[in-house]
């Protein structure tokens, strides 16, 4: 089954769409592709924020970013504004990958 693609995927409302990241952030450099343990890249990414800080919001713009493969499939088929926290954004990565 296919995902139809969106010209942007927007599943994040306004507020985390406009967050700007410090040029300076220091980005975790992860990627989860789906076939790997969720909670382990959850960990793995809750870890470096621990280190580097900012906000809920730039939390979730960076995560989104260490998504490819299905992942990333999944991320873009999300509805739009229908992830409102981190802690929301990774359930619902760890629900949808967990039986991976």
């Avoid at 220091?26 to 621990?50: L, N, R, S, V």
């Avoid at 504004?81 to 990774?90: L, N, P, V």
């Amino acid at each position: 089954m296919s995902i139809p693609i969106r010209a942007r995927p927007m599943p994040f409302p306004q507020a985390v769409t406009n967050v700007v990241i410090p040029t300076n952030f220091m980005t975790p450099i992860i990627t989860f592709t789906g076939t790997e343990d969720p909670e382990a890249h959850i960990m793995a990414f809750y870890i470096q924020m621990m280190i580097s800080g900012g906000t809920n919001a730039m939390h979730c713009k960076l995560f989104m970013g260490t998504f490819a493969g299905t992942t990333l499939d999944w991320f873009i088929g999300l509805p739009d504004g229908h992830i409102t926290s981190f802690d929301q954004f990774a359930t619902l990565l760890r629900e949808q990958f967990i039986v991976n």
